[in-house]
């Protein structure tokens, strides 16, 4: 099944369970593992590794078809992967479901805390996703690791892009998310703001973790007919309201916050994607999303092979 636009009003609303992916990757020690999919390159043939982020209805099969769909042509050198934040309800009769974590509803989407295991937490899997792609041994040749995310999976890479102290070896593409981590005294409570935010990622203060984040690698994809105020999935409490009337919106007013407080510091770039609304499908396969995805490893690919 391929995503399309109004997919999420016309099924999600209705969907309690999400199918779950058939691969497993474990990000600890604890014995629990995540479900993935794991797609492409492998070993020594990688030289790019592109993490996508599934949405609020843990679909993960779906986003990794549509990643192969955008992407597809670049498999051979490309290692796919797509992990999973299953909630109870998922887990339901599933034979290995005591050895899985597992999340209280859609607390993943802000890099919350699992139900089991205890310690951990949805920015610690992307964590060891990241190092499994660093190990020069497994994978000796990839030089670029990318997180890709769209809707609720767009928030999750925003804000392990604000947080992780692993952020600097990582491109985040960040797709349509419905809210923000603003800066600043009067930004709000985390994930709307910086203040409560969990303790993952150390001990740096609030202009630390600002200066940080905009000297990453950050790219924004925006959808200029995402620009629905009544869209059922969008996030309308007061903080994010504050942030703008709906998605498109609220990422232009992000962009702008940021320019206005770092200046020329600010690395991050913005793109919007004409003609498509809250669809991921359209959205990575316009040029534009594929060339903030594949980036430099695109362009090398493409001179090894003229």
Same mark, same amino acid.
Request: aromatic content about 8%; hydrophobic content about 45%; charged content about 25%.
């Given at each position: 099944?391929?995503?399309?636009?109004?997919?999420?009003?016309?099924?999600?609303?209705?969907?309690?369970?999400?199918?779950?992916?058939?691969?497993?990757?474990?990000?600890?020690?604890?014995?629990?593992?995540?479900?993935?999919?794991?797609?492409?390159?492998?070993?020594?043939?990688?030289?790019?590794?592109?993490?996508?982020?599934?949405?609020?209805?843990?679909?993960?099969?779906?986003?990794?078809?549509?990643?192969?769909?955008?992407?597809?042509?670049?498999?051979?050198?490309?290692?796919?992967?797509?992990?999973?934040?299953?909630?109870?309800?998922?887990?339901?009769?599933?034979?290995?479901?005591?050895?899985?974590?597992?999340?209280?509803?859609?607390?993943?989407?802000?890099?919350?805390?699992?139900?089991?295991?205890?310690?951990?937490?949805?920015?610690?899997?992307?964590?060891?996703?990241?190092?499994?792609?660093?190990?020069?041994?497994?994978?000796?040749?990839?030089?670029?690791?990318?997180?890709?995310?769209?809707?609720?999976?767009?928030?999750?890479?925003?804000?392990?892009?604000?947080?992780?102290?692993?952020?600097?070896?990582?491109?985040?593409?960040?797709?349509?998310?419905?809210?923000?981590?603003?800066?600043?005294?009067?930004?709000?409570?985390?994930?709307?703001?910086?203040?409560?935010?969990?303790?993952? /990622?150390?001990?740096? $203060?609030?202009? !630390?973790?600002? =200066?940080?984040? *905009?000297? %990453? #690698?950050? +790219?924004?994809?925006?959808? &200029?007919?995402?620009?629905?105020?009544?869209?059922?999935?969008?996030?309308?409490?007061?903080?994010?309201?504050?942030?703008?009337?709906?998605?498109?919106?609220?990422?232009?007013?992000?962009?702008?916050?940021?320019?206005?407080?770092?200046?020329?510091?600010?690395?991050?770039?913005?793109?919007?994607?004409? /003609?498509?609304?809250? $669809?991921?499908? !359209?959205?990575? =396969?316009?040029? *534009?999303? %594929? #060339?903030? +995805?594949?980036?430099?490893? &695109?362009?090398?690919?493409?001179?090894?092979?003229?």
């Amino acid at each position: 099944m391929r995503y399309h636009e109004g997919m999420e009003e016309r099924l999600g609303i209705a969907v309690k369970r999400a199918m779950l992916a058939p691969e497993r990757f474990a990000p600890g020690a604890s014995g629990f593992s995540v479900p993935a999919v794991f797609r492409g390159a492998e070993g020594a043939a990688a030289r790019q590794a592109l993490i996508v982020l599934h949405g609020a209805r843990r679909d993960c099969i779906e986003y990794a078809d549509i990643a192969t769909d955008a992407f597809g042509d670049r498999l051979g050198t490309l290692a796919l992967a797509v992990p999973q934040f299953p909630i109870a309800a998922d887990l339901a009769g599933v034979e290995d479901a005591a050895r899985l974590a597992r999340w209280p509803d859609r607390i993943w989407i802000e890099g919350g805390a699992a139900v089991a295991p205890a310690g951990l937490d949805a920015f610690s899997v992307l964590d060891a996703l990241i190092g499994h792609f660093s190990d020069r041994t497994a994978y000796p040749l990839v030089s670029e690791i990318v997180i890709a995310g769209h809707s609720a999976g767009g928030q999750l890479a925003h804000r392990h892009a604000v947080l992780s102290p692993l952020g600097d070896a990582v491109r985040y593409v960040v797709a349509n998310p419905a809210s923000y981590v603003w800066f600043g005294p009067a930004a709000g409570p985390w994930k709307y703001g910086l203040a409560g935010r969990p303790a993952y /990622g150390g001990a740096l $203060d609030d202009a !630390a973790i600002e =200066a940080r984040y *905009a000297r %990453r #690698d950050v +790219v924004y994809l925006l959808g &200029r007919r995402d620009c629905d105020p009544e869209h059922r999935m969008l996030d309308r409490t007061p903080p994010a309201l504050a942030q703008g009337p709906h998605r498109l919106a609220r990422g232009r007013n992000y962009i702008a916050h940021l320019a206005a407080r770092q200046g020329a510091a600010l690395r991050h770039r913005l793109i919007e994607i004409e /003609g498509v609304g809250h $669809d991921p499908g !359209a959205l990575f =396969a316009a040029a *534009a999303a %594929r #060339d903030a +995805v594949l980036g430099a490893a &695109r362009n090398n690919q493409e001179e090894e092979t003229r």
